[in-house]
Nanobody, 117 residues
Framework: QVQLVESGGGLVQAGGSLRLSCAAS????????MGWFRQAPGKERVFVAVLRSGGSTVYADSVKGRFTISRDNAKNTVYLQMNSLKPEDTAVYYC???????????WGQGTQVTVSS
């Protein structure tokens, strides 16, 4: 069982930056692929970024070049550095973890990011 706890959300002006953190429990954190998703009001949850255990990354087109996903295995933590934020980035951001390569197995509770124009 893996527990995920996100932090770092908040209110920021357009053009600003935030760094989200996701602290994970479990001794095999380094073997998990880790992802970030977001859900805007009235919309479905969508993919933002993934960091595979081998180190490769994939980003949604909407955040490519602005967001960076990274991990610190010693701290069991994955990060999402968000730069050049836009009002359309406003959403609840969720961290997810998986070791099977299939559906995402574990989810955090989410952290709110609000970008004002």
């Amino acid at each position: 069982q893996v527990q995920l706890v996100e932090s770092g959300g908040g209110l920021v002006q357009a053009g600003g930056s935030l760094r989200l953190s996701c602290a994970a429990s479990g001794r095999t954190f380094s073997s998990y692929r880790m992802g970030w998703f977001r859900q805007a009001p009235g919309k479905e949850r969508v993919f933002v970024a993934v960091l595979r255990s081998g180190g490769s990354t994939v980003y949604a087109d909407s955040v490519k070049g602005r967001f960076t996903i990274s991990r610190d295995n010693a701290k069991n933590t994955v990060y999402l550095q968000m730069n050049s934020l836009k009002p359309e980035d406003t959403a609840v951001y969720y961290c997810a973890a998986d070791s099977t390569g299939g559906s995402w197995s574990y989810w955090g509770q989410g952290t709110q990011v609000t970008v004002s124009s």
